[in-house]
């Protein structure tokens, strides 16, 4: 996977910056109808681990859209300097993902009325978790594989001095 490049990496970014949007609507929407305790609202009903799954879908779906960002400019400018921040951005948002994505397991697991929304909601994140990992590991891929393709430029580095060195 050395030859990771941007034809590679910019349709998954692309896939999983709608996906991140998505999993922000539908989060909110449930969220604040719990809140409001509408929880005989048709598409909201839940569980125990309904409103910390709704807090944590949220907070992934904020910071990955984020990291997705990142990862706008990083394509644009495919340079180490970039790649790296936008790997640790992702890395992050992975991880947030994989949390959200234990909290739908364990609701699932616990059963009970979910209304459709709730079960969208679960299925963004579960598909999320295994596309945001594949997205990490090819930008690590791309990072550590060595002549991928990026431009680095020496900056800071301009041509001899002019006068003497002191």
Known sequence: MAGVGRNMVAPLLVLNLIMYLVVVGFASWNLNHFINGQI???GVAGNGATFYFLVFAILAGVVGAASKLA??????????DTGAT???SSLIAW???????????????????????????????IILMFTQ????LMLHAGIFGGGSGYRDQDYGV???????RV
Do not use: D, Q, S
């Open 71 to 80: 990862g706008v400019h990083h394509v644009r400018a495919w340079r180490h």
């Open 86 to 88: 936008n790997a640790a």
């Open 133 to 136: 990992l594949l997205y990490v």
């Open 40 to 42: 005989n609202y048709p």
């Open 95 to 125: 991880a947030i993902t994989a949390l959200a994505f234990g909290l739908a397991c364990k609701e699932i697991h616990i059963g009970g009325h979910r209304g459709w929304r709730l079960r969208v909601l679960e299925a963004f994140v």
């Open 158 to 164: 301009g041509g001899e001095p002019k006068g003497p």
